[in-house]
């Protein structure tokens, strides 16, 4: 079983460049949703998407865009890189189903220089 | 405003012994439900145990039980029998309503066992 898998695990880029983080996930989850991690703090919510064609913004949406035009990719895509945007991303899906678990993609960690 | 609070950044436990980690929560829908993962050091996120907010008992999981406390919005996680593989930052988080695709996190707690 794959599950939720995320490219590329590391990736540095310069301030200004712009590049998509892939996520993908093959359980035929409704839900899927990108958070960054950044030291100290919890992971906090950037986009999500309830479904194919259908996103919204979450706690710290400015600097990225998503699409969602199948069920199974959800890319996030950082427009200008600036070194703010230095963390760890994390992808999850889960079914729309109410008592069950959010699943993670092992990460990307991205340093903006 | 901090819907879920993680009050302990960090504590040790020793081997063998059982530990109780703190999470208090807000929200005023009626319909909501607990989460707690682990991150260990290579950075994965391991789900441990759920909570629905109309659950009547607390949940367990193996060595894993929630101590829900509704009327506190308390949720705290208690890990009997600690191993040192136990060692890891736990995160507790919560989704609400609706919105069943959102989780919003705590700042976590690193725990470290030892021998």
């Known amino acids: 079983n794959a599950g939720v898998t995320q490219t590329p695990k590391f990736q540095v880029l310069k301030t200004g460049q712009s590049m998509t983080l892939q996520c993908a996930q093959d359980?035929?989850?409704?839900?899927m949703s990108w958070y960054r991690q950044d030291p100290g703090m919890g992971l906090r919510l950037i986009h999500y998407s309830v479904g194919a064609g259908i996103t919204d913004q979450g706690e710290v949406p400015n600097g990225y865009n998503v699409s969602r035009s199948t069920t199974e990719d959800f890319p996030l895509r950082l427009l200008s890189a600036a070194p703010s945007q230095t963390s760890v991303y994390f992808c999850a899906s889960s079914p729309s189903r109410a008592n069950t678990e959010a699943f993670f993609g092992q990460g990307t960690r991205l340093t903006v220089v | 405003a901090q819907k879920i609070t993680q009050t302990q950044p960090g504590m040790f436990v020793q081997e063998k012994e059982a530990v109780t980690l703190d999470c208090t929560y807000d929200t005023s829908d009626p319909s909501y439900g607990l989460f707690w993962y682990k991150q260990p050091s290579s950075g994965e996120m391991i789900f441990l145990i759920y909570?629905?907010?109309?659950?009547?008992q607390n949940a367990t999981e193996g060595r894993y039980s929630l101590n829900f406390q509704k009327a506190r919005k308390s949720a705290n996680l208690v890990i009997s029998a600690s191993q040192l593989g136990d060692s890891a930052m736990y995160f507790c988080?919560?989704?609400?309503?609706?919105?069943?695709?959102?989780?919003?996190f705590g700042a976590g707690t690193q725990v470290v066992v030892t021998p």
């Open positions: 359980m035929n989850h409704e839900y």
């Open positions: 988080a919560m989704r609400e309503g609706i919105s069943w695709g959102k989780l919003q």
């Open positions: 909570q629905g907010s109309y659950d009547q």
